[in-house]
């Protein structure tokens, strides 16, 4: 299983480990507040990391990928205003392959919004902000 991260509250700064599977969503251990849950996942822990509560957006992604570097931060600003309502999982395609050619990655940033451990939606390319707000929006009702 992928570590937990280290993410500060939004709230009140306080850093925290957010696990990369849990049964409900991450909150500060000191103020309560939603945490942004983004975090990694391979091809030996995807199918745990993507079960969740909350809808789960997977960036499939390389670290050599210029589009993938532009839209990345972007994702994890939407991970951030979305906390407590969205899990954002990373995935190195590089590193798992399984998992990239299992849902048909042909080009990336491939994006997939999944419920239920199930892909709803995916979106493939770096868009802007609000493209990508209205996909999220529309995926996450």
């Known amino acids: 299983?992928?570590?937990?991260?280290?993410?500060?509250?939004?709230?009140?700064?306080t850093r925290n480990r957010v696990p990369a599977a849990a049964a409900g969503t991450p909150k500060c251990a000191k103020c309560r507040a939603a945490l942004p849950w983004v975090v990694a996942a391979s091809d030996d822990d995807f199918d745990a990391v993507v079960n969740a509560r909350v809808p789960v957006l997977v960036d499939l992604w390389a670290p050599?990928?210029?589009?993938?570097?532009?839209i990345s931060?972007?994702?994890?600003?939407?991970?951030?205003?979305?906390?407590?309502?969205?899990?954002l999982v990373k995935v190195n395609v590089d590193n798992s392959p399984?998992?990239?050619?299992r849902f048909n990655a042909r080009s990336i940033p491939t994006m997939l919004m999944m419920k239920s451990g199930?892909?709803?939606?995916r979106l493939v390319g770096a868009v802007p902000k609000a493209q990508l707000d209205s996909w999220v929006a529309g995926n996450t009702r």
């Open 98 to 101: 399984r998992t990239a050619s």
């Open 1 to 13: 299983m992928s570590a937990p991260s280290v993410t500060a509250c939004p709230s009140c700064g």
């Open 118 to 121: 199930r892909e709803v939606s």
């Open 64 to 70: 050599w990928c210029g589009p993938c570097r532009t």
């Open 73 to 87: 931060p972007l994702l994890e600003k939407v991970a951030r205003e979305r906390a407590g309502s969205l899990k």
